[in-house]
């Protein structure tokens, strides 16, 4: 029948209300409330029992409306990517698993490949001199007790200054920028080690910011997997505020600055710290059990468990769990997080997320709590540019939601 699959006619192809509904992100009711209003055209196919509609047109409509009907979870904005899809407890850049993506190459590689769908074996990105100064100057103006975050925010700032092209949006150059500007925050960060390495890969140059502790070859592999895991993870808060941003047509360096903003919040990239400070505690006081229940007596949730993304375990978790499994020194922090998800599993469903895997590795490492944090920005910086490239072939502007007026009605008396 012809409502359930497509119709090739005069105009081209048709799709049915279901393959509509698909491509616009909506349910079929929405299509014909579209219809309703004059944005779509239907047609009825002889001897079919649905309508058709013109392939062209609804992509076209797609392309300027980004709003989705209201679900059952409430109002939510539904943004078409192709950058990642999260599924049965997977998650996919561009239709690949990223657990394999991350068991075949680095994050340099990986982020390539996400910007410009080519694969460069080997690339290593650089930080530009003067850019590089300038974060320099700027992140060591900043008081001692100054955590990473307040530097990297700093960092791309004083980098966006010192970079007079940075309002070009071509593809190119922001692609260009990308390159320079994730090492520019990675080298602008202060060094634990009297020499860090120069021109290695950007995971152990990231070490060395992260840890005085030297990095093996097993610890390096977790710490360049966490960066690939973490590129990208659909709509997440602070991909959704660069998406504003690059709506608005804002540089790279200020979305990125966006991204950093609401990455600050104690729920969202702070969350590996308070995974960070529980295994601690749990290593100090020798018992899972009683950290787990001085957490929920205080009426707080056990960090590290539980996303709601994924019914079953995080799949970024398993990755980092299986390889921090042959880091010899990680051996206690893993027992401990283990020992976490047996006293909770007794009472509740939730498993392990990236946040406690991330603890893991920064507590074996003698890394501080905040260095999670700085994982996942650094890495999620190669995303939020890939986020940007796709909203700036978009319509500008098209992200301006209707607010829904509850205060006093007009006219009201002068205050």
């Not at 109002?75 to 075949?104: K, M, P, Q």
């Not at 950007?202 to 840890?211: E, I, Y």
């Not at 941003?245 to 969202?268: E, Q, T």
Request: hydrophobic residues 40%.
């Amino acid at each position: 029948m012809a409502d359930q699959g497509a119709a090739q006619g005069r105009d081209g192809q048709r799709l049915s209300t279901r393959e509509t509904a698909e491509r616009l992100g909506v349910k079929p009711e929405t299509v014909y409330a579209y219809v309703s209003r004059g944005q779509l055209t239907s047609r009825r196919e002889p001897g079919s029992r649905g309508s058709t509609f013109d392939a062209k047109e609804v992509d076209a409509l797609a392309r300027r409306t980004a709003r989705r009907e209201p679900s059952a979870a409430g109002d939510e904005l539904a943004i078409r990517t192709g950058i990642t899809l999260i599924d049965r407890n997977h998650c996919y850049f561009r239709g690949v698993d990223t657990s394999e993506l991350a068991s075949h190459y680095s994050y340099e590689e990986v982020a390539e490949w996400l910007w410009t769908g080519e694969l460069r074996p080997g690339i290593r990105f650089t930080a530009p001199r003067d850019g590089l100064a300038a974060a320099h100057r700027a992140v060591q103006a900043l008081p001692a007790h100054s955590g990473p975050m307040d530097r990297l925010r700093v960092g791309v700032i004083a980098a966006a200054a010192a970079d007079p092209l940075r309002f070009d949006l071509s593809e190119d150059t922001v692609v260009d920028i990308a390159r320079s500007l994730i090492p520019t925050l990675v080298d602008a960060l202060p060094s634990h080690t009297r020499k860090p390495p120069a021109t290695d890969s950007l995971a152990a140059r990231l070490w060395s910011r992260l840890t005085s502790e030297p990095a093996d070859a097993e610890a390096l592999r977790v710490l360049d997997t966490a960066l690939v895991l973490l590129i990208d993870h659909d709509l997440a808060a602070s991909t959704l505020a660069v998406r504003v941003a690059a709506s608005a047509r804002a540089h790279p360096y200020a979305i990125v600055s966006a991204g950093f903003g609401a990455l600050d919040g104690v729920l969202h990239g702070a969350a590996s710290g308070l995974a960070h400070r529980m295994l601690v505690e749990v290593l100090d006081r020798g018992s899972a059990a009683a950290v787990v229940a001085d957490h929920l007596r205080a009426g707080r949730r056990v960090p590290g468990l539980g996303h709601r993304l994924y019914p079953g375990e995080d799949p970024r978790a398993r990755a980092l769990f299986r390889l921090l499994e042959d880091v010899p020194h990680a051996r206690t922090a893993l027992q401990a997080a283990r020992e976490v998800i047996t006293t909770t599993a007794r009472h509740t469903e939730l498993h392990a997320n990236v946040d406690l895997a991330l603890a893991v590795l920064s507590v074996s490492a003698g890394m501080p709590a905040e260095a999670g944090e700085t994982i996942f920005a650094i890495a999620r910086t190669a995303g939020w540019i890939a986020h940007a490239l796709e909203e700036y072939t978009e319509h500008p502007l098209r992200m301006r939601p209707s607010g829904q007026y509850h205060g006093p009605r007009p006219p009201q008396p002068l205050p």
